[in-house]
T-cell receptor, first 115, second 113 residues
Framework: GAGVSQSPSNKVTEKGKDVELRCDPI?????LYWYRQSLGQGLEFLIY????????KSGLPSDRFSAERTGGSVSTLTIQRTQQEDSAVYLC?????????????FGPGTRLTVL | GENVEQHPSTLSVQEGDSAVIKCTYS??????FPWYKQELGKRPQLIID?????GEKKDQRIAVTLNKTAKHFSLHITETQPEDSAVYFC????????????FGGGTRVLVKP
């Protein structure tokens, strides 16, 4: 079946602009996660959604970052007033539910470049 | 919060030799430990995982061991092949934290033919 998809695959923006990144999880997956991977670095947790529960925003680096998940499916990560340090690959992952051992499947990522 | 340390950061092996990557974690409540392989420009792909009620798991040339007492786990790749060249990430999670993954810094593995 279809895996996790993300769009756009690449985004170049100017400092100070807002950007929106989209994630389509695997159908039926109730848990959705956003991670960030800076150049040559590991993956850093940003936010996760589980069903209709309030999202865990504990990993968001600043109040310029926000995310929503509409209808329990598609999610959008928004970065306002982008800064150069926001340049990274933003990865989305989904799993069947947020239990302790459910495999997270990753999307291909969106490479964000802030000039 | 959880902290995961991964060593080495780079590993070069001759084709056919074994490769071992080690990770330590700080939160004794963590109970799920996946390993992801990421090829250049590609998404991370799960290659093997282990739950805290198991000490060892093997899948063909790949094996993972877990020592809960010492809070460390390792990835073992035997009979390495050039296609094993990639960056490998270990991670840890626990249900109480919604299974959000805390990743190690990654190990770049190069298998020389």
């Amino acid at each position: 079946g279809a895996g996790v998809s993300q769009s756009p695959s690449n985004k170049v923006t100017e400092k100070g602009k807002d950007v929106e990144l989209r994630c389509d999880p695997i159908s039926g997956h109730t848990a959705l996660y956003w991670y960030r991977q800076s150049l040559g670095q590991g993956l850093e947790f940003l936010i996760y959604f589980q069903g209709n529960s309030a999202p865990d925003k504990s990993g968001l680096p600043s109040d310029r970052f926000s995310a929503e998940r509409t209808g329990g499916s598609v999610s959008t990560l928004t970065i306002q007033r982008t800064q150069q340090e926001d340049s990274a690959v933003y990865l989305c992952a989904s799993s069947t539910q947020a239990s302790s051992t459910d495999t997270q499947y990753f999307g291909p990522g969106t490479r964000l470049t802030v000039l | 919060g959880e902290n995961v340390e991964q060593h080495p950061s780079t590993l070069s092996v001759q084709e056919g030799d074994s490769a071992v990557i080690k990770c330590t974690y700080s939160d004794s409540a963590s109970n799920y430990f996946p390993w992801y392989k990421q090829e250049l420009g590609k998404r991370p792909q799960l290659i093997i995982d282990i739950r805290s009620n198991v000490g060892e798991k093997k899948d063909q040339r790949i094996a993972v061991t877990l020592n809960k007492t010492a809070k460390h786990f390792s990835l073992h790749i035997t009979e390495t092949q050039p296609e094993d060249s990639a960056v490998y990430f270990c991670a840890a999670s626990k249900q109480a934290a919604g299974n959000k993954l805390t990743f190690g810094g990654g190990t770049r593995v190069l298998v020389k033919p």
